[in-house]
């Protein structure tokens, strides 16, 4: 129920904007996280929104690098994903829940996209 795109290839330093739609329920009114899992490694949360009032939260593993943005014209929400590093490389995925502030766990989360692949190498 959830979709999103964006994902590629990108060299070090590099930027990426991932897009996650949804087209049976409006956005604005879940709150939103950012996953992402690499092989052999445990899913993390990498960045969150509220519905209630558009709170943030980003990991120090990607604060100050990446944001999010809601497009609520459009349905979407938006990950930009700057100064890419290596360890960035996962597949990452957009889930959604109703709780008006975010969570980070993902057992919270009842919705879920299929995930984009984001690879950062030269």
Same mark, same amino acid.
């Given at each position: 129920?959830?979709?999103?795109?964006?994902?590629?290839?990108?060299?070090?330093?590099?930027?990426? !904007?991932?897009?996650?739609?949804? #087209?049976?329920?409006?956005?604005?009114?879940?709150?939103?996280?950012?996953?992402?899992?690499?092989?052999?490694?445990? !899913?993390?949360?990498? #960045?969150?929104?509220?519905?209630?009032?558009?709170?943030?939260?980003?990991?120090?593993?990607?604060?100050? !690098?990446?944001?999010?943005?809601?497009?609520?014209?459009?349905?979407?929400?938006?990950?930009?994903?700057?100064?890419?590093?290596?360890?960035?490389?996962?597949?990452?995925?957009?889930?959604?829940?109703? !709780?008006?502030?975010?969570?980070?766990?993902?057992?919270?989360?009842?919705?879920?996209?299929?995930?984009?692949?984001?690879?950062?190498?030269?």
């Amino acid at each position: 129920q959830l979709v999103e795109s964006g994902g590629g290839l990108v060299q070090p330093g590099g930027s990426l !904007r991932l897009s996650c739609t949804a #087209s049976e329920f409006t956005l604005r009114y879940y709150s939103i996280g950012w996953f992402r899992q690499a092989p052999g490694k445990e !899913r993390e949360g990498v #960045s969150f929104i509220s519905y209630g009032d558009d709170s943030t939260y980003y990991p120090d593993s990607v604060k100050g !690098r990446f944001a999010l943005a809601r497009d609520n014209a459009n349905n979407t929400v938006y990950l930009q994903m700057n100064s890419l590093k290596p360890e960035d490389t996962a597949v990452y995925y957009c889930a959604a829940n109703n !709780r008006p502030f975010f969570t980070i766990d993902p057992g919270t989360y009842n919705y879920w996209g299929q995930g984009t692949q984001v690879t950062v190498s030269s």
